[in-house]
């Protein structure tokens, strides 16, 4: 059995299909090595890929690609390794890159003290914590925990250490919130770019190390997002134009409209509680119905 690893690997990685998104967890087992797993993400001609399993080549010969990576800047890094072909368009072999990416540059940024067993470790916290789909699943995207374990790695944060526990957990407060923005429909390589600039920023103000900057990058994926791309919206996308309107207007539509799509859309809570739920919100805060 092989696994695809051509551009069709943006949906089903056995067969191209598209692949199907359960709302409850169910049992099934991995088609390419055969373990019974929980998961959400199926295909309907019954192919299912574990966690280990999905992006498995990628993450398999991650390593080398990042010894054999040269910049100092984690955006470059990370733009060469989305050209790989056999990294899935979406995916949580996006939170390695993310990771990788960034550690690898610090080393060869010559940042004081930091070695390969280092991006090993930060590598090995993202594999604990960056579940594919489980950003629609939990609110968690991997790249945020991803980027938080190089921060962590960095400053020597632990269970038990005050300062430098709550400094990696700020900046994955920071990383939710900024993965968040880029979410309607979420896009692992937006994830990865926006996560990475954030995360250098936080480097910057916290620990006064600035990585070397990059051109922005021009997204070349766009027609292989399953989901539809956002298109010119996204930051990344080829015709993708900076608005240089300062009004607060669109803004307050986008998020007026945001909520009625929640309100809307398919759930446990039903539409009538959620509408009773966020009239009772708004009257608490002293509007007039
Ligand atoms: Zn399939
Ligand atoms: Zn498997």
């Keep these: 059995m092989s696994i695809r690893s051509d551009s069709g690997a943006e949906s089903c990685g056995v067969c191209g299909g598209t692949l199907e998104y359960l709302i409850a967890a169910t049992a099934l087992r991995c088609t390419a090595c055969g373990r019974e797993d929980r998961g ?11 966690e280990s399993c999905h992006g498995a080549g990628f993450l398999e010969r991650l390593p080398a690609l990042l010894d054999e990576a040269r910049s100092a800047s984690p955006l470059v890094i990370a733009e060469e390794l989305m050209t790989q072909p056999d990294l899935p368009m979406l995916g949580c072999e996006h939170a390695h890159v993310a990771a990788g990416a ?6 060869n940024a010559g940042v004081p003290g930091i070695t390969a067993a280092h991006r090993a470790e930060a590598l090995e916290r993202t594999a604990r914590q960056a579940v594919s789909a489980y950003c629609g699943l939990s609110g968690v995207c991997g790249v945020v925990p991803a980027l938080g374990a190089c921060y962590s790695v960095l400053v020597g944060g632990q269970c038990g ?9 700020t900046l994955a407060s920071r990383l939710a919130a900024a993965t968040a923005a880029e979410a309607d429909p979420g896009c ?5 770019r926006s996560g990475l600039q954030e995360a250098t920023a936080f480097l910057e103000e916290q ?7 990059c051109a922005p990058a021009t997204c070349v994926d766009s027609d292989r997002h399953p989901h539809g791309c956002r298109g010119t919206e996204c930051t990344w996308h080829p015709d993708h134009e900076e608005s240089g309107v300062n009004s607060t207007g669109p803004a307050a ?8 799509e929640l309100a809307y859309s398919e759930g446990v809570l039903d539409r009538k509680t959620k509408i009773l739920v966020a009239l009772g919100a708004s009257l608490a805060a002293g509007c007039v119905p």
């Excluded at 959400?40 to 574990?50: A, E, I, R, S």
């Excluded at 250490?161 to 957990?169: F, I």
């Excluded at 692992?188 to 990865?192: F, S």
């Design 207 to 213: 620990l006064g190390i600035t990585m070397e900057p």
């Design 102 to 107: 960034l550690m690898r540059a610090l080393e």
């Design 253 to 260: 539509k986008a998020r007026y409209d945001e909520f009625f």
């Design 188 to 192: 692992c390589k937006a994830y990865v």
């Design 161 to 169: 250490k005050g300062p430098e526990t709550r400094a990696a957990m």
């Design 40 to 50: 959400h993400v199926v295909c309907p001609q019954g192919h299912y890929l574990c």
